[in-house]
């Protein structure tokens, strides 16, 4: 069927993408040095509800456990380095980031299609699924202000601004109405949208592709007290994406399925209008946020903490230790079900977490790592 090979389109295409450094627990300050301070970070971070990470473009035979109502398929890789000094900043960065959101129907309707399986009885499914992709390198210049002291400690204030170029773009849509009946099989009305920037199609004509961003973040450290921190992080608090020459696709589907062959694919006469072009896009990335509080007793500490990306929240626990051999940590969220263990000595930072083990059955998974020097 179209729809649902578009669907599937849509999906992979998720998952080839690997979505702010928001979904990193370490949103912690450094207050302004004197002292040269090279910096460098990098995160993979992973979260689908319906099928573990390794299953995406599979055939979804293996651990499909979709919720009821709406499903995310989240994932965002990022790298960082750079310097500080005197409270300046300056560093580069790549980030690719994705989100995918479909309701129960269009799982359901996508894990039937994957798995070659003809359903047992009459459906009706009211299908919806949106993503959208970006991927970009750029430079981001930040300060580092000390605000007055309010009888705790000093807050600080950390406002950074980033630029991107040659941006990626792949944002999809499918929506529409699938019906199946044993004896006439399957019946489809519904629409895709598709733009993607790599994307070429016949007789496009000539053109030069264009793309630019910028995005503006804000953090926030309070000292509640000598042993309670408030921290807050807002990530492209502020931001645009454009686009000139996307290519651009539109499709309206309806068939009459009448048959399935002997390996499970449809056959069916469809009835396709739609038309593909190039269009200019402006958009936003999106904010995403993270406020935790840390509680510090002698060599114990406790976080808590929450996060939005991307329309879903994301609260977590988090306890550590600090000993003459390091911090260790352990943590858990309650959205993704994550359990996650982290290390960190001097200038170095360590952090897994996973849903399940072996990490290959994972639905959700974050690495974290950083290093973060003085001299």
């Known amino acids: ?22 979904a990193d627990s ?37 651990g499909y456990a979709p919720r009821n109502g709406r499903n995310v398929f989240l994932q965002r890789d990022r790298v960082e380095f750079g310097v500080e000094k005197d409270g300046w900043r300056v560093g580069a960065e790549y980030r690719l980031e994705g989100s ?63 630029v991107y170029g040659r941006a990626r773009n792949h944002d999809s849509s499918a929506s529409g109405m699938v019906s199946y009946k044993p004896e006439t099989a399957y019946r489809i009305d ?13 007789f496009m004509p000539e053109s030069v592709q264009k793309s630019s961003g910028a995005s503006v973040s804000a953090a ?23 686009w000139t020459n996307l290519p651009w696709t539109v499709q309206r589907i309806a068939s009459d399925v009448q048959t399935v062959d002997g390996d499970g694919y449809i ?33 114990w500490a406790v976080r808590v903490s929450a996060q939005r990306i991307a329309g879903t929240t994301i609260p977590e626990a988090i306890g550590s230790y600090t000993s003459q051999w390091g911090t260790f940590s352990a943590s858990y969220d309650t959205r993704f079900n994550m359990v996650g ?27 974290e790592t950083g290093l973060y020097l003085a001299f």
Not at 269 to 297: D, M, W
């Open 220 to 242: 926030l450290q309070w000292p509640l007290s000598s042993q309670l921190t408030a921290n807050l992080a807002v990530n492209d608090l502020w931001s645009r994406m454009h």
């Open 100 to 162: 995918l959101q479909a309701n129960r129907d269009a799982v359901d309707l996508y894990h039937l299609y994957q798995s070659h399986t003809t359903p047992g009885k009459a459906l009706d499914l009211a299908v919806d699924a949106h993503s959208k992709q970006w991927a970009a390198a750029g430079a981001r210049v930040g300060r580092t202000f000390a605000l007055p002291d309010l009888g705790a400690g000093h807050p600080l204030l950390m406002v950074s601004a980033a």
């Open 341 to 367: 263990l982290g290390y960190e000595q001097g200038p170095f930072r360590l952090r897994v977490r996973t849903d399940r083990l072996p990490f290959s059955e994972a639905h959700a998974f974050s690495l």
């Open 26 to 62: 370490d949103i912690a300050l450094r207050a302004p040095s004197a002292a040269w301070q090279p910096y460098a970070k990098a995160q993979a971070w992973a979260a689908y509800d319906a099928v573990p990470i390794r299953e995406l473009g599979r055939d979804w035979s293996d």
């Open 267 to 299: 056959n069916y006469k469809p009835s396709i209008v739609g038309q593909n072009s190039l269009i200019e896009r402006t958009g936003t990335i999106g904010a995403s946020t993270a406020l935790n509080l840390t509680y510090r007793h002698q060599q």
């Open 1 to 22: 069927m179209r729809l649902i090979s578009l669907l599937g389109a849509l999906l992979a295409a998720s998952g080839a993408a690997a979505q702010t450094a928001v």
């Open 190 to 202: 519904g629409a895709y949208t598709n733009s993607k920037t790599d994307y070429t199609y016949p």
